[in-house]
């Protein structure tokens, strides 16, 4: 039965914490075969052709990669793998990740039993993702307050033209957009306009 089927898992981060985290986590599943783990997307790349993973979990930034870019060369070579991406940051929507061909996406926030269990329904063909409005909401971490600040930025408005059409001052503005940068791991409103672009936050 394909719900007895054991896996064989591949995770892809650049954090030793997560690696160390996943592998234990993992390596308590009856269900895994083989959990491997790489930190890079190269050394992802070759245990993937060398191994064939029925799962890999990629993490949605790596280095100065994206989680999906690395998915979409990860499935050019081995067509079988299917990605689930993971960020205790950011987010992607759904839309943008299945497009890359990832077949899920949760969260590290969330419990460990979940993500195991994410990870086990995407290697069963099963597809992953938080509910639209949940996605929206939990996007890179941020306050309702700092993504209409962040939706407003896309639109190309100022930060005196924000604080007016959102009755404060320009100085809040400034705090928020401060906190964005932070957020979103961007140095400026160009970068961070194109950051929110990649994780689909903004048109």
Request: proline residues 3%; glycine residues 8%.
């Amino acid at each position: 039965m394909a719900e007895d089927r054991r896996l064989s898992v591949l995770v892809v981060d650049d954090h030793d914490v997560v690696h160390w985290g996943f592998r234990l986590m993992l390596g308590r599943q009856p269900w895994v075969e083989r959990c491997l783990s790489a930190r890079s997307s190269a050394e992802a790349l070759t245990l993937t052709k060398r191994y064939e993973p029925d799962v890999a979990v990629v993490d949605l930034f790596l280095g100065e990669e994206s989680g999906a870019e690395i998915c979409e060369r990860l499935r050019e070579a081995w067509g079988g793998v299917r990605v689930l991406l993971v960020s205790g940051a950011g987010r992607i929507s759904p839309t943008a990740a299945k497009a890359a061909g990832a077949a899920g996406f949760v969260s590290k926030d969330l419990p460990a039993a979940d993500i195991a269990r994410a990870v086990r329904m995407v290697g069963l063909g099963h597809t992953v993702f938080p509910p639209q409005d949940e996605s929206a909401g939990r996007a890179a971490g941020l306050s309702a307050r700092e993504r209409e600040v962040l939706e407003l930025l896309g639109s190309g408005a100022t930060n005196r033209e924000i604080a007016e059409r959102l009755h404060l001052s320009p100085h809040t503005i400034k705090e928020h957009t401060s906190a964005l940068y932070r957020k979103l791991e961007v140095r400026n409103r160009a970068e961070a306009v194109q950051r929110a672009q990649r994780l689909g936050l903004v048109d």
